[in-house]
């Protein structure tokens, strides 16, 4: 029973964080139409259960690398709402100070090394990261999330690679949305993914990236064996993202993507499987689940009062942190 | 020829549409090209089917490599990349191979290729990644590159960097891509190497590159009003460089600012300026000035972002300090 509690807490953990995520990334086009929100965001929509799965089976001192699709991974790893919603606003209260934005969250205290502009970038300082933890003898684990377009990129295959050889404790977690913006992958994709991962030599398994306990599950058993010196290992985490690309694709019909579907997989939303079994299986009742609800709409109401307080960074501090050391007139100002 | 009113994107369309209706050994290369988010490969899978427009996973360093061999083998490859920053996972392929083979071959190929470059000095939040604007890291390697800002220029020189024998890269202004203005209907290649006075004028002259063309003729409005005339200059075309044209609007004025949105150290102002100074020391009353951008990545926060790109303000500043010189 104290094992079973153990678990409904975990898994009523990852609905909150889920949520947590939907709300945040639902917020963004009415905040970009305000002009609040500097630009355009790719959402997380539908995903939720791959990274709040996945994080959840980690410690706070490991850490992830993401993508251009990173508030996800971020809110999962731990980030705040309210430095993420200011950091998006551009303030100087931000995880960057204003300086990344949407695509470039990171805050290396939480062990998140950064989404990241450029697909497939991030995997490589996943295994940079996770060799230098096993060369200190540091039971740490890193964590690579990326989508399908990113498993033809090179760079991330010379990281598959790299991670087999050095048997470094990495979790590459791919999450296949079945889509890189208009191209579907099975147009540029002989074989599957996942055979591809295990010919580098990775336990390489497919998940249900719709299912939060079992990318959890999948994802403990990965995390435990690279924890264990026992190397790296590959998700490959079947998702979809309910909304387009990004939020610039409102209103557009690219006509890439049937509507059932995308009808037939917003069906399958993982928060709402995940809070639905809870409540089938007699762990919550109807009425907790609406206060774990409100209590989040309370999170994200505080969040974003933050970010909308906070200040923009000054005008003259754009050129602050380029360099650990700055000599004179260095970096260059454009005008002087 | 008649002409009407296209976007600069449009205009670069139809470029493709009429070079490859014209020449079957042109091949189109991308990412998203059937459905591209800004337009510009729109309807070319229609027109040339999937064997000629070719839709690539995210695997820009084989997509500028495979254009490289077609063209050993006789294609006209054009390749599109969506975003400037993508020309770095590139950088192999384009600089160690394509900008070399040429020469270290012996002169056994050249290689017609095209590099479009989408969104270059992107702005609005874009930040550190989709912001770049890094024509000089393709000049300092020696490829050909040209820069339009209108859409009747936009067309002119697409084709003209498609009939090129050397591989030769369109950037593609961010401020200038939705720019509506008149398109001739037949197909005409503009000279590369020719650049244009956009504004006559006697006190400076303002060489603007790229998409600063457009705001800087504002500016320079605004300031006849207070009786400086700048003249303003176009380059247009990179590599090759308007030499000629460029020292002869620095000549008649004797003073120089340059307005370039790449960076500023071993910048494309900054061989602009040293050209000037080689060549034009003479005629010159005042020192040479440059507004670049900043030598940090385009910061996310707009008031930041506005810090460290050229703008009007910057240039009324610059032109005053060059008008205190009295050649
Ligand atoms: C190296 C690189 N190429 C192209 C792009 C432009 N781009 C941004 S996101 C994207 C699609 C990525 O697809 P995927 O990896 O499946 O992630 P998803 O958007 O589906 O989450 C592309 C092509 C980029 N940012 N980086
Ligand atoms: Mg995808």
């Keep these: 029973m104290a094992d079973n509690r153990a678990a409904i807490d975990r898994d009523i953990a990852m609905y909150r964080r889920m949520r947590l995520i939907r709300r945040f990334e639902e917020w963004q086009p009415a905040l970009i139409d305000a002009g609040e929100i500097i630009g355009h965001t790719h959402q997380y929509i539908g995903q939720e259960a791959v990274a709040v799965g996945v994080c959840q089976a980690l410690n706070a001192d490991d850490v992830v690398t993401s993508t251009h699709r990173g508030h996800g991974h971020v809110l999962a790893k731990g980030a705040d709402a309210g430095r993420s919603f200011a950091e998006l606003m551009g303030k100087e209260t931000g995880y960057n100070k204003g300086r990344g934005g949407s695509m470039h969250l990171a805050d290396l205290s939480l062990g998140i090394y950064g989404a990241n502009g450029i697909v497939g970038a991030g995997a490589p300082m996943a295994v940079g990261a996770a060799a230098t933890f096993q060369r200190r003898g540091e039971p740490r684990v890193a964590v690579a999330f990326f989508g399908d377009g990113a498993i033809n990129q090179g760079v991330l295959l010379e990281s598959l690679n790299l991670a087999a050889v050095w048997r470094v404790p990495v979790v590459f977690v791919c999450e296949n949305n079945q889509y890189a913006v208009t191209t579907a992958i099975r147009d540029v994709l002989a074989a599957p993914i996942v055979g591809r991962a295990a010919s580098f030599g990775l336990a390489a398994e497919a998940v249900d990236g719709m299912d939060a306990r079992a990318v959890h599950n999948a994802a403990e058993r990965a995390v435990a064996r690279a924890r264990a010196g026992g190397g790296a290992s590959f998700l490959e985490c079947a998702t979809y993202r309910f909304e387009g690309h990004f939020t610039a694709e409102r209103g557009k019909d690219f006509g890439y993507r049937p509507a059932d579907e995308v009808a037939a997989w917003r069906r399958r939303c993982p928060i709402v499987a995940l809070g639905d079994a809870l409540q089938g299986e007699g762990a919550w009742t109807a009425a907790e689940r609406a206060t774990a609800d409100a209590e989040v709409e309370a999170e994200i109401e505080r969040a974003l009062a933050f970010a909308r307080a906070s200040a923009y960074p000054p005008a003259d501090s754009a050129h602050d942190f380029m360099y650990a050391r700055s000599y004179p007139e260095t970096p260059a100002r454009g005008w002087e | ?327």
């Design chain 2, 1 to 327: 020829m008649a002409a009407r009113t296209l976007t600069l994107l449009q205009a670069m369309n139809e470029a493709f549409r009429q070079e490859m209706a014209r020449d079957p050994e042109i091949v189109y290369v991308g990412e998203d090209v059937r459905a591209p988010a800004r337009g510009e490969s729109a309807g070319l899978i229609d027109a040339f089917g999937p064997a000629r427009v070719i839709d690539m996973p995210i695997s820009e360093a084989a997509m500028a490599g495979v254009a490289t061999g077609a063209a050993m083998a006789g294609a006209r490859p054009i390749v599109a990349f969506q975003v400037t920053s993508l020309l770095f996972p590139a950088f192999d392929q384009l600089v160690n191979q394509a900008a070399k083979l040429p020469h270290m071959l012996g002169g056994q190929t050249h290689l017609p290729v095209t590099y479009i470059v989408l969104g270059s000095g992107a702005r609005d939040g874009r930040a550190g990644q989709h912001s770049d604007a890094p024509h000089a890291h393709l000049l300092h390697a020696g490829i050909k590159c040209v820069m339009p800002t209108t859409p009747h220029d936009a067309k002119g020189l697409t084709i003209a960097a498609i009939r090129e024998d050397d591989p030769v890269a369109v950037f593609v202004p961010a401020l200038a891509a939705g720019r509506q203005g008149p398109v001739p209907e037949d197909a005409y290649a503009l000279p590369l190497g020719r650049g244009a006075v956009r504004r006559p004028g006697r006190d400076v002259s303002v060489i603007a590159v790229g998409h600063h063309v457009h705001w800087v003729l504002a500016a320079a409005a605004e300031l006849a009003k207070t009786g400086i005339e700048l003249e303003v200059w176009e380059p247009l075309s990179l590599l090759p460089l308007d030499r000629e044209g460029l020292l002869a609007s620095v000549g008649r004025t004797g003073r120089a600012i340059i307005v370039d949105d790449g960076n500023r150290t071993c910048g494309f102002a900054g061989e602009l300026s040293a050209l000037l100074a080689e060549r034009c020391f003479g005629r010159l009353k005042a020192p040479i000035k440059r507004l670049t951008r900043s030598d940090i990545p385009i910061p996310y926060s707009r008031g930041i972002e506005q810090t460290a790109v050229p703008d009007a303000g910057k240039l009324k500043a610059a032109v005053e300090q060059v008008m205190q010189w009295r050649g």
